[in-house]
């Protein structure tokens, strides 16, 4: 699932580089609005994605489906040149890319995932001591 996060905030990474071309330097409310919703949903997904993938990888990752979506995106909308070059290294990206992935670690979401729910455990314990102790002394005081 983190993978699918990553490859979802890369795409939203496309879509707010795109706001910050046509909010015009945050002069034009309705794109600069859509551009801050577009930046804060792709870092959130970032940064789930990165509770159990390598930094390192996920931002490498991360950065390169920004550019390369980026890229192709400014070809096919903004009619910017699409010579022998720019392919040739869009296609250096990609093949970075699914490298990256190919040779990464997760880091085991088990545990992180496990300490979470022993920490709400123990809460709910701690929390129901604390109800227990006040009936008790309410027993006490009648």
């Known amino acids: 699932m983190q993978w699918i996060f990553l490859l979802l905030a890369g795409f939203l990474e496309v879509g707010w580089t795109f706001g910050l071309k046509y909010s015009e330097g945050f002069t034009q409310l309705v794109p600069s609005l859509v551009t801050i919703v577009l930046l804060a949903a792709s870092f959130m997904l970032f940064a789930r994605a990165m509770r159990t993938i390598e930094i390192g990888v996920a931002y490498a990752m991360f950065t390169g489906i920004g550019t390369v ?74």
């Open 69 to 142: 979506g980026t890229v192709i995106a400014g070809i096919l909308v903004l009619h910017e040149p699409a010579d022998f070059w720019r392919l040739f290294f869009i296609a250096l990206l990609v093949g970075g890319i699914v490298g990256l992935k190919l040779v990464s670690k997760e880091k085991p979401a088990v545990a992180t995932e496990q300490a979470e729910i022993a920490s709400s455990i123990q809460e709910r314990q701690e929390a129901s001591a604390v109800r227990a102790n006040n009936k008790d002394r309410e027993k006490v005081g009648t």
